[in-house]
C-alpha cells in the first residue's frame, strides 16, 4: 500500500542532543499521529494531530500538522538512551467506512557509540 | 488507559495447521484492525472492520479471513498456515474516525 515519506530513515542521538524527523505526502490527511515501537513489541502512540497547523507537546516531544496538511514533524528535545527506538508517522483520512493509516517508512534511532 | 491484548505473544505452527490470534479491546471501539509488519516492507494492513459482523479487505487479505462476532473481540485466521505468513502480527482498534490504538502484537513462526 501507499507510504508517506518519512526521513530520516536512521539517525544517531547523543544524550542531550534534540532531534527531529519529518513525514511528507502528496495526499491531504485529516489527522496526523506519531507512534514509537520498541523492539518485539506493538508500535505505542506519541501524540495525535488533529487540526492543520496544530503544535502539541507530550513532555519532551513536540509535533505539528503542517498547514497544507500534507506533513508533519516531531521533535524530541534532550534525547535519552531510552529514546532508542523506531518512530512511525500514520496519516488518517476519514472514510465513510473505517479509517485507514497509512504509514511513514519509520526511523530508526539509534545511540552514537 | 486503552487497552489491546493480543491472545499470545509468540506462536509456532506447522504448515498446513489453522490458526487463531485473537485480540480483545477493552474501549467500546467501533473499528478494529489486523496488520502484519515485516522488515522493509512497514506495517500492511490484512483487513478491518467497523461494526460486529462487518469486515473489508485490506492491501493483502489473501490467505486470512476474520471474525467479529462480538464488539471486543476481533479474530484473524490462518485458514492453512504457510511458511510466508511467518510475520508479526499486530492488532489495532480505533474509536469512529479518530485515533489507533495498537496491541503488543504475536510474533508467528510458520515451519
Known amino acids: 500500500g501507499q507510504q508517506l515519506n518519512q526521513s530520516p530513515q536512521s539517525m544517531f542521538i547523543q544524550e542531550g542532543e534534540d532531534v527531529s524527523m519529518n513525514c511528507t505526502s502528496s495526499s491531504i490527511f485529516n489527522t496526523w499521529l506519531w507512534y514509537k515501537q520498541d523492539p518485539g513489541e506493538g508500535p505505542v502512540l506519541l501524540i495525535a494531530?488533529?487540526?492543520?497547523?496544530e503544535l502539541t507537546s507530550n513532555g519532551r516531544l513536540t509535533a505539528q500538522f503542517g498547514i497544507t496538511r500534507k506533513d508533519s514533524f516531531l521533535n524530541i528535545s534532550a534525547s535519552i538512551p531510552s529514546d532508542v527506538g523506531i518512530y512511525f508517522c500514520?496519516?488518517?483520512?476519514?472514510?465513510?467506512?473505517?479509517?485507514?493509516?497509512?504509514f511513514g517508512g519509520g526511523t530508526r534511532v539509534l545511540v552514537k557509540p | 488507559d486503552v487497552k489491546v491484548t493480543q491472545s499470545s505473544r509468540y506462536l509456532v505452527k506447522r504448515t498446513g495447521e489453522k490458526v487463531f490470534l485473537e485480540c480483545v479491546q477493552d474501549m467500546d471501539h467501533e473499528n478494529m484492525f489486523w496488520y502484519r509488519q515485516d522488515p522493509g516492507l512497514g506495517l500492511r494492513l490484512i483487513y478491518f472492520?467497523?461494526?460486529?459482523?462487518?469486515?473489508e479487505k485490506g492491501d493483502i487479505p489473501e490467505g486470512y479471513s476474520v471474525s467479529r462476532e462480538k464488539k471486543e473481540r476481533f479474530s484473524l485466521i490462518l485458514e492453512s498456515a504457510s511458511t510466508n505468513q511467518t510475520s508479526m502480527y499486530l492488532c489495532a482498534s480505533s474509536p469512529r474516525g479518530d485515533t489507533q490504538y495498537f496491541g503488543p502484537g504475536t510474533r508467528l513462526t510458520v515451519l
Open positions: 494531530l488533529y487540526k492543520a497547523g
Open positions: 500514520a496519516g488518517v483520512l476519514f472514510k465513510a467506512a473505517g479509517n485507514k493509516l497509512t
Open positions: 472492520s467497523y461494526d460486529v459482523k462487518m469486515k
